[in-house]
């Protein structure tokens, strides 16, 4: 039997803390529940989560409310604000997704078949989570999952296929891509369109496993991360940057700012791009928000893997 530690700190807008240690039991032949502070929390209106270093982050959009997890990563808010998933690693190094509830204070381990399991993001309506998921087989795959654990669906690929960093093209469809290509797919799991990367944005962009795809609520633009332009020396790489790809004209418009390194694009239903981005000499990311146009204002002074709530 596996121990896991979760730590939480609330913080009050007063400046006055309240510190509380839980501890998760993670056994996958048991419901695990733990208290995750004193008072309610749907009251204290999250809007957005996010990582800081080896802690998350829920906090209201003007930051004056928030509460932090140490020893867990990756947190998805979901879009009314009352539930955070994140992830969890135990000391073998297998990682698996958790959901807090913050009304009732209570915490369910999502159930996949797999050891390692990880970035959750959820539907616009809230009801359900995609993940990626190492097989058997070693190969990583996508599934879909309720928010209450039931109904895990396995999205349709070829066996020898690994799929990355799924999202939600609307609430009855969801993306992911192989590097290659971009694929679509129902919620029962059923593929449903294939794209070629290079036809869709040119040879110019390096995709990664971690690059998403996000299309705007009227399905007409597609928004993305990707490496593009020269090296930078002190990345040893090409640095990340967050576009825009207009679906009628395959136009493409750059979103984050030249000479940023722009990671962990999350767009929200209401078509608010959040990002982190670190500038020279790339040691630290801010989280950014900005509007279809390209208005951007800094949310947090430091941070990534941001997710948002609807307005």
């Given at each position: 039997?596996?121990?896991?530690?979760?730590?939480?700190?609330?913080?009050?807008?007063?400046?006055?803390g309240?510190f509380l240690a839980c501890n998760?039991?993670?056994d996958?032949?048991?419901?695990?529940?733990?208290v995750?502070?004193?008072?309610?929390?749907?009251?204290?209106?999250?809007?957005l989560a996010?990582q800081d270093?080896s802690?998350i982050?829920?906090?209201?959009i003007?930051?004056?409310?928030?509460?932090s997890?140490?020893?867990?990563t990756h947190?998805?808010i979901?879009?009314?604000g009352?539930?955070l998933?994140?992830t969890?690693t135990?000391?073998?190094g297998?990682k698996?997704?958790?959901?807090?509830?913050?009304e009732s204070?209570?915490q369910?381990?999502l159930q996949?078949?797999?050891?390692?399991?990880?970035?959750?993001?959820?539907?616009?309506?809230?009801?359900t989570?995609?993940?990626?998921?190492?097989?058997?087989?070693?190969?990583?795959?996508?599934?879909?999952?309720?928010?209450d654990?039931?109904g895990f669906?396995?999205?349709?690929?070829?066996?020898?296929?690994?799929?990355?960093?799924?999202s939600w093209k609307?609430?009855?469809?969801l993306?992911?891509?192989d590097?290659?290509?971009?694929?679509?797919?129902?919620?029962?799991g059923?593929?449903?369109?294939t794209?070629?990367?290079t036809?869709c944005?040119g040879?110019?962009?390096?995709f990664l496993?971690s690059?998403?795809?996000?299309y705007?609520?009227d399905?007409r633009k597609?928004i993305?991360?990707a490496r593009?332009?020269?090296?930078?020396?002190e990345?040893?790489?090409?640095?990340?940057?967050v576009?825009?790809?207009?679906?009628?004209?395959k136009?493409?418009?750059r979103?984050?700012?030249?000479?940023?390194n722009?990671?962990?694009?999350?767009?929200?239903?209401?078509?608010?791009i959040?990002?982190?981005g670190?500038?020279?000499p790339?040691?630290?990311?801010k989280?950014y928000?900005s509007d279809l146009?390209?208005?951007i204002?800094t949310?947090v002074?430091k941070?990534t893997?941001?997710?948002?709530?609807?307005k």
């Amino acid at each position: 039997m596996i121990k896991l530690n979760l730590y939480l700190v609330v913080i009050a807008v007063t400046g006055l803390g309240l510190f509380l240690a839980c501890n998760a039991n993670n056994d996958r032949q048991q419901k695990t529940s733990a208290v995750l502070d004193t008072v309610s929390l749907s009251s204290k209106s999250f809007a957005l989560a996010y990582q800081d270093g080896s802690k998350i982050v829920a906090t209201s959009i003007d930051t004056m409310k928030q509460i932090s997890f140490g020893g867990a990563t990756h947190p998805a808010i979901s879009p009314d604000g009352n539930k955070l998933a994140y992830t969890v690693t135990d000391s073998a190094g297998n990682k698996s997704i958790w959901i807090a509830d913050m009304e009732s204070k209570s915490q369910l381990q999502l159930q996949a078949d797999s050891k390692d399991y990880d970035h959750a993001m959820w539907s616009p309506d809230g009801r359900t989570i995609a993940f990626n998921f190492l097989d058997k087989q070693h190969i990583w795959k996508v599934g879909i999952i309720k928010a209450d654990n039931t109904g895990f669906i396995l999205l349709d690929s070829k066996p020898a296929d690994s799929l990355f960093s799924p999202s939600w093209k609307n609430e009855t469809e969801l993306v992911a891509h192989d590097l290659k290509n971009l694929y679509t797919f129902n919620k029962t799991g059923k593929l449903t369109d294939t794209k070629k990367i290079t036809d869709c944005f040119g040879p110019d962009y390096q995709f990664l496993s971690s690059s998403r795809f996000f299309y705007t609520s009227d399905g007409r633009k597609l928004i993305f991360n990707a490496r593009y332009g020269k090296p930078v020396e002190e990345l040893h790489h090409q640095a990340e940057a967050v576009f825009i790809l207009e679906a009628d004209s395959k136009k493409v418009s750059r979103i984050s700012p030249e000479g940023m390194n722009a990671l962990d694009v999350f767009v929200t239903a209401d078509n608010r791009i959040f990002f982190s981005g670190a500038e020279k000499p790339f040691s630290q990311s801010k989280i950014y928000v900005s509007d279809l146009k390209g208005n951007i204002k800094t949310v947090v002074d430091k941070g990534t893997y941001p997710t948002a709530t609807l307005k």
